[in-house]
């Protein structure tokens, strides 16, 4: 059983992607970020299943990293609402030309 | 037996996936993503990944959600029920390009079992050999500590920075 579950994270990577892309409120989008991580973490465990266990280890190192990745964007989130008072990215126009 | 419960949360997954993307709630988006992960989190248990599964459920579903949920309420964005999902052409081309990255990865995906040197690789025999030999947290531990101990080591410097930054950039102007 490795066919499947590699289908399984093509299209929640494609549904995490549509997401992305698709909406405008910044938290859904980092939202559908978690679960792009998501998609290619599962796909990793259904090789390491046939390719030794390196690819476990390798989902354990893009947790920690997701982890820190959502502290510091929330961070980030927080920061931006103070200023505009929305987290509509519509509204964040400073680096639009 | 195994097959069904992969189909199971499977679709649980891909259902709850859809569910992130279109609830126009902040707070049900992200009571969604917890049910797609915890579905993931089965799935890894089927995959024979038990410790991972363990950790998606405490440390994904369980720290960074709440993380998550703890910014929405902190925001106040549970009332506020305008869309914000983009309609038109914009809605149309993200639809194009979602849909071909997620058939053109399905597809091959789909071909992995036929790539060339797959029957070369060790197959699910030796990972549960290796299980039974080192245990669920032993197979996973000691490359952990061995092999990839310098990339374990950098993982906690980029933890300490992340505290770091999250606190100056997340702290009110004194």
Redesign the interface.
């Known amino acids: ?19 992305f ?5 910044a ?2 989008m ?3 970020v ?2 792009m991580l ?1 998609a290619v ?3 990793l ?10 690819g ?2 390798f ?3 893009v ?10 964007g ?6 931006i ?2 200023h505009y008072e929305t ?2 990215v519509n509204n964040f126009n400073l680096l639009k030309w | 037996m195994a097959e069904f419960l992969f189909y199971v949360f499977g679709s649980v997954a891909l259902g709850s996936a859809l569910g992130v993307v279109l609830s126009r709630n902040p707070v049900g988006s992200l009571l969604f993503m917890v049910a797609t992960l915890a579905s993931v989190a089965g799935i890894f248990v089927l995959l024979e990944a038990h410790f991972l599964a363990a950790i998606q459920i405490m440390v994904y579903a369980g720290a960074i959600m709440v993380l998550f949920l703890f910014v929405i309420m902190l925001l106040n964005l549970g009332h506020e029920y305008q869309r914000d999902i983009k309609t038109g052409l914009g809605a149309i081309l993200a639809f194009a390009v979602a849909g071909a990255l997620a058939g053109g990865v399905a597809s091959t995906m789909r071909g992995a079992a036929d790539a060339p040197g797959f029957q070369y690789l060790q197959g699910p025999d030796a990972l549960d050999a290796a299980i039974q030999e080192y245990g669920i947290l032993g197979v996973i531990a000691r490359p952990l500590y061995t092999e990839y101990v310098v990339a374990f080591e950098v993982t906690g410097l980029l933890l300490l920075v992340a505290i770091v930054g999250a606190l100056v950039l997340a702290k009110r102007r004194v």
């Open positions: 059983m490795v066919t499947q579950p590699l289908v399984l994270s093509g299209l929640l990577f494609g549904i995490g992607a549509f997401g892309l698709v909406r405008r409120n938290i859904i980092f939202l559908c978690e679960l998501n973490n599962l796909a465990v259904a090789t390491s299943r046939f390719a030794g266990i390196d476990q280890v989902v354990f190192f947790m920690t990293v997701a982890a820190a990745e959502a502290a510091v929330l961070a980030i989130i927080i920061s609402f103070r987290v509509n």
